[in-house]
């Protein structure tokens, strides 16, 4: 299809202007409607004489037929109601159909009321007229709308659809898939679990039943996909949605979340596949927005490690509350440039926000904070992969303990006021060697909260989903090559959380958490692994085997969220646990303690035993 630009600005399509369809149309509407008006009057008029058509003073109806015609178009135009503004057959447009109805009944009626009576023309015309034609318009625009939709519902080439969620986003889901051409569905039926929804109906499409009874309602509509427009879904809900989808074998699609479409970051209609973190991701910890924006308003906030994973959603949720000024840390030039771009819409590093370093080395950073003055740190820069720090123990031990070492002695210096250092549930009673440096790390945060007076605390937090080389997008690589997908031990299970999660979790502890505390976030139950490797496998819909290697070196079975000699509580948050960490001075790290001794680089892993699907 071609399309051109008039001068003024309109497209042309195929050499036709769209606006003259649109034009013929607001006309067809506008004779349609003073055809009410004028319907009105005349009804109006016999009803007032009890049928007698003789007693009719002509002349005068006709003159008032006129009038009110002119009116009402005098009226329609300021409400738009021929400028296709509103959705046809919509609350909206009955509102201003209604309201335009009652200016003009008031323009007109005022002078009847007064002088009507002495030309041939009743009082009681008026008061007739204008609910028969406001009545009337409203009638013919519901019927265009209910052709509209019957239309689109009978075209075949569209796949039936069941939504699950009979709500206010679930309406609104039913009206846009309605009435979209574009999209690949139709809906033909609702389910929804509250009980006092189960006669409902939304335009043409019934509640059926609830989420359980989805596959005899497949069966009997012959339905393709499930969307789910549910505004609030925790795991729980997407775990069951995912294993009632399964025993019906049709495809699950997901609206995004409210707040996204309500931000605009997404609409009603950008339906996507389900996906692990629905199953596996735990309902958002809800900020306190005044707690949050009132440490990070109008304030300079550095983030390390801000080209990865956590640091990338941080910087991200933190430029939302307009700080004076945020500094992004990173030693990956590559991971800066993509935050960058993020942030400030291309990748040209230029500006004085990104900064390139290593936490390793004390006196540059020192020279940066001293330049920046920071008063808000987030410290996210560590390694994190176990199985390589068990082989090089001395990598963990420069950056994790003695960079966030150097992080905290900068922060000191410059007097930052709130310091978050962020850790991992492995640092609770730890066995590797990534846990035991998370430890110390949490361990001299708490030490220099009470050497600086500023509230300097730490957030502990389980895996992170699809943070870079975490085990999703690992998973994901083995399933694209083929497979086998590796496990370590079909028992062994894992605390998850999406990537904003964890950071609304670190964003919400420096406006509750006290000076050289640990935060702890209420995970949920921890899930298998092995069950995550499947229901990867199964939502590829591929034939995959899965491999168990065994348990590597400092790995454990379980993970824990609180160590045996912490005490922790819940003073602010239901789901926050706060506990004291117990102070490391630098001078005690000359020892080193890593719980485990870690095998020679290059020592092969166990070897690995499979296990058929």
């Known amino acids: 299809m071609e399309t051109a630009e008039y001068p003024s600005g309109r497209a042309q399509v195929n050499g036709t202007d769209p606006t003259i369809g649109v034009s013929r149309l607001s006309a067809r509407w506008a004779v349609l409607d003073v055809a009410c008006w004028a319907l009105a009057v005349v009804v109006a008029e016999v009803l007032r004489y009890d049928l007698e058509v003789s007693r009719i003073s002509l002349l005068p109806t006709a003159i008032l037929i006129g009038v009110v015609m002119v009116v009402w178009l005098c009226c329609a135009w300021p409400a738009r109601l021929y400028s296709r503004r509103h959705v046809s057959g919509s609350f909206e447009e009955a509102r201003a159909v209604t309201g335009a109805g009652l200016a003009c009944g008031l323009v007109v009626g005022v002078p009847v009321l007064l002088i009507g009576s002495e030309h041939g023309i009743p009082r009681s015309t008026l008061l007739m007229t204008f609910p028969l034609a406001v009545v009337l318009m409203l009638c013919l625009r519901y019927l265009r709308r209910l052709v509209s939709e019957q239309r689109h519902l009978k075209q075949v080439d569209r796949d039936p659809a069941v939504i699950y969620g009979a709500g206010f986003l679930g309406g609104v889901l039913v009206r846009h898939v309605t009435g979209d051409n574009q999209s690949p569905y139709r809906p033909v039926a609702l389910l929804d679990d509250d009980p006092s929804k189960a006669k409902a109906r939304i335009g043409n499409v019934s509640v059926m039943g609830a989420l359980d009874d989805l596959p005899a309602v497949a069966a009997k509509t012959g339905a393709k996909a499930l969307l789910v427009a549910i505004a609030a879904a925790d795991a729980e809900l997407m775990q069951r949605v995912a294993n009632v989808a399964d025993k019906t074998g049709i495809v699950v699609k997901v609206v995004p979340p409210l707040d996204r479409i309500l931000t605009g970051a997404a609409r009603q209609i950008d339906l996507r596949d389900l996906s692990i973190e629905d199953v596996v991701g735990r309902r958002p910890v809800k900020i306190d927005v005044e707690q949050t924006s009132g440490y990070l308003s109008s304030q300079r906030v550095l983030v390390t490690g801000a080209g990865g994973s956590i640091g990338r959603e941080l910087c991200a949720q933190i430029n939302r509350f307009g700080p004076s000024q945020l500094i992004m840390l990173d030693r990956d030039e590559t991971a800066l440039q993509g935050v960058d771009m993020d942030l400030h819409g291309n990748g040209l590093l230029n500006t004085p926000a990104t900064v ?164 702890v976030l209420d995970m949920g139950e921890p899930v298998k692994i092995d069950d995550i490797a499947r229901r990867m496998i199964d939502l590829s819909g591929r034939d995959i085997d899965i491999v168990y290697t065994g348990l590597r070196p400092g790995e454990k079975l379980h993970e824990t969220l609180i160590s045996r000699d912490e005490s922790a509580a819940r003073p602010f948050h239901p789901l926050i646990s706060h506990t004291p960490a117990e102070p490391l001075s630098p001078t005690a790290l000359e020892a080193r303690p890593w719980p485990v001794s870690a095998p020679a680089p290059g020592t092969p892993l166990p070897a690995a035993s499979k296990s058929a699907r």
């Not at 920071?374 to 068990?390: D, E, G, N, S, Y």
């Not at 440096?437 to 220099?448: F, H, I």
């Not at 090559?481 to 894992?494: L, N």
């Open 356 to 519: 390139l370093l290593d936490i390793r080395d004390e006196t540059a950073l020192t020279e940066v904070f001293e330049h920046y003055r920071p008063q808000v740190v987030f410290h996210a820069a560590a390694l994190k992969h176990l199985p390589m720090l068990q082989r090089f123990p001395e990598e963990a031990w420069k950056t994790n303990v003695l960079g966030t070492l150097n992080v905290l002695k900068a922060a000191h210096v410059v007097g930052v006021e709130v310091f978050v250092n962020v850790s991992t549930d492995k640092a609770a009673d730890p066995t590797s060697v990534l846990g035991q440096s998370k430890l110390q790390a949490e361990r001299l945060t708490a030490w220099m909260a009470k050497q600086n007076g500023g509230v300097y605390l730490s957030v502990r937090f389980g895996n992170v989903l699809g943070s870079r080389g975490s085990m999703l997008p690992v998973f994901n690589k083995m399933i694209e090559k083929g497979g086998p997908v590796t496990v370590t031990d079909p028992e062994a299970t894992r605390y998850f959380m999406t990537i904003p999660e964890a950071c609304q979790l670190v964003l919400q502890a420096g406006g509750i958490g006290r000076a050289g505390e640990v935060l």
